[in-house]
């Protein structure tokens, strides 16, 4: 099921078929994806990246916030991690991304695998992968102190 791309949340990178490794509701949750992109509350001349869960009650999308369990906090963050390493090196594709490959990776989970690719049903991709490669370098301290500190405990439990 595709997420919406027409919505305030704006996806630029997104795990669209993560119900197949949300946890123990894996194969049946109604979280049906997760993504990264222009968050919903930027305000003119200020660009926030979120990150969202996609849920869908089986009639519509739900804007419902969620409190998220840790494996959904983890999958986030392996999403956050492998988003921010892809981007590290876009600079080399004149559109930040290669249309003919817009995947970034496949991650095994719980025996089957979360998709990560650049969200390209997104309409205003281009524009919108421009923003996001600005708030990325904006907030690269912000960001790589937290990937240090997460990198220095997961080591310490022998990651």
């Known amino acids: 099921m595709d997420i919406p791309v027409t919505l305030k949340h704006k996806p630029v990178v ?27 509350w930027n305000d003119r001349g200020r660009v926030d990246i ?10 519509k999308w739900s804007r419902q916030s969620e409190e998220l369990p840790l494996h959904r906090v983890l999958d986030l963050a392996i999403l956050v991690c492998r988003t921010a390493g892809y981007f590290r090196e876009a600079y080399r594709f004149e559109k930040f991304y290669d249309p ?3 995947e970034i990776d496949r991650i095994g989970l719980q025996g089957d695998a979360m998709d990560v690719a650049v969200c390209t049903r997104n309409p205003m991709l281009e524009e919108d992968l421009r923003l996001f ?9 912000l960001l790589g102190e937290r990937f240090r500190v997460l990198s220095s405990i997961l080591k310490e439990m022998g990651y």
């Open 100 to 102: 003919a490959h817009p």
């Open 133 to 141: 490669m600005a708030a990325l370098v904006q907030d690269d301290e």
């Open 14 to 40: 997104v795990s669209e078929n993560y119900e197949k490794v949300d946890g123990r509701s894996a194969y049946r949750s109604d979280a049906k994806g997760l993504s990264l992109g222009l968050a919903q």
């Open 50 to 59: 979120s990150a969202k869960v996609w849920r869908y009650t089986g009639e």
